[in-house]
Nanobody, 122 residues
Framework: QVQLVESGGGLVQAGGSLRLSCAAS????????MGWFRQAPGKEREFVAA????????YYADSVKGRFTISRDNAKNTLYLQMNSLKPEDTAVYYC???????????????WGQGTQVTVSS
């Protein structure tokens, strides 16, 4: 069984930074590609960033490219999302995801974390 637990969300001013963490248990890094999605109120869940299955490549949504960095610690089975230069439009619940994340579609995800709220004030 796969479990994903996010942490690190919070309230930050525009231009600030946050780092999200996703602690994974079960057959995650060895069996699934990992990434991050987000969902703002009234909007669909959207792709943010991901590793491919081998961890050799990274992928980003255009809206976060150059500001967000995805990383991982295989020894700790932990996925990270460093978010810099945050904007009010980055406000959303951020979800850790395992599955076909590089398809960038929520319907292709096998497992979700419970989500962590990120709020960026202007």
């Amino acid at each position: 069984q796969v479990q994903l637990v996010e942490s690190g969300g919070g309230l930050v001013q525009a231009g600030g930074s946050l780092r999200l963490s996703c602690a994974a248990s079960g057959r995650t890094f060895s069996s699934y590609a990992m990434g991050w999605f987000r969902q703002a109120p009234g909007k669909e869940r959207e792709f943010v960033a991901a590793f491919n299955w081998s961890g050799s490549s990274t992928y980003y949504a255009d809206s976060v490219k150059g500001r967000f960095t995805i990383s991982r610690d295989n020894a700790k089975n932990t996925l990270y999302l460093q978010m810099n230069s945050l904007k009010p439009e980055d406000t959303a619940v951020y979800y850790c995801a395992a599955g076909a994340v590089t398809a960038r579609t929520a319907s292709r995800i096998n497992y979700w974390g419970q989500g962590t709220q990120v709020t960026v004030s202007s």
